[in-house]
């Protein structure tokens, strides 16, 4: 059964402290992974897009890597901020033709605190 | 350019009565996904859609729910009889199914549903 797993539930962190979210997913076929931050209320925004081949993407001070022998990934935020509070959700995509078919995990809430 | 839009952005219902979900896509964007969200729980795929064609609906529950993407108009999700754990957010993604992304998804900003 095709499976995203992510860790911690949830964290709170201090402004300025950097933190790392982690992803394992037992997915296949495995197109690509993204990580996405959605806001309460909102929709998911994607953040990171990784392929197979990749094993490290940044976006400013956001960092994914993939790890696709042992079906890991990680999201490390440094520098956190206020705005940085939100859920964040590691996705793994397989392609079919034009379609794709998301894989979601229940995401990993973070709140940044003063 | 918009991006995609649902509507309405929240809905009450009584127990038995029926959700009318609205979604339209990106501009230029063909295809049309539904996913629910349930409390606490992590996005679930329902159903995928072409124009005036239902392609995957392997997540849809069997009774109850429908959907639709017509030639003109926006994507449709029905829900009959609503009971009280149809409560959740459901979003809408779409994407232009040709070309540069073709099946990358942009998601809309999610119906909550509330069953009382």
């Known amino acids: 059964k095709n499976q995203v797993e992510q860790s911690p539930q949830s964290l709170i962190i201090l402004e300025g402290k950097n933190c790392t979210l982690q992803?394992?997913?037992?997915?296949?076929?495995?197109?690509?992974l993204r990580w996405y931050k959605q806001d309460t209320g909102r929709g998911p925004v994607s953040l990171t897009i990784?392929?197979?081949?990749?094993n490290t993407k940044s976006n400013g001070r956001y960092t994914a890597t993939l790890d696709a022998d042992t079906k890991q990934s990680s999201l490390h935020i440094t520098a956190s901020q206020l705005s940085d509070s939100a859920s964040y959700i590691c996705?793994?995509?397989?392609?079919?033709?034009?379609?794709?078919?998301?894989?979601f995990g229940t995401g990993t809430r973070l709140q940044v605190t003063l | 350019n918009a991006g995609v839009m649902q509507n309405p952005r929240h809905l009450v219902r009584r127990r038995g009565q029926e959700a009318r979900l609205r979604c339209s896509p990106m501009?230029?964007?063909?295809?049309v996904y539904w996913y629910r969200q349930l409390p606490e729980e992590g996005l679930k795929f329902m159903v995928y859609?072409?124009?005036?064609?239902?392609?995957?609906e392997s997540g849809m529950p069997k009774e109850r729910f429908s959907a639709e993407f017509p030639k003109e108009g926006p994507s449709i999700l029905r829900i009959q009889q609503v009971v009280r754990g149809d409560s959740a957010a459901y979003f809408c993604?779409?994407?232009?199914?040709?070309?540069?992304?073709?099946?990358?998804?942009?998601f809309g900003p999610g119906t909550r549903l509330t069953v009382t």
């Open positions: 993604a779409s994407s232009p199914g040709q070309g540069q992304g073709a099946y990358e998804q942009y």
């Open positions: 992803c394992n997913y037992t997915v296949s076929p495995f197109s690509n």
């Open positions: 990784m392929t197979f081949s990749e």
């Open positions: 996705v793994v995509i397989a392609l079919t033709g034009t379609a794709s078919k998301l894989t």
């Open positions: 501009k230029g964007h063909s295809h």
């Open positions: 859609l072409q124009k005036e064609n239902i392609i995957d």
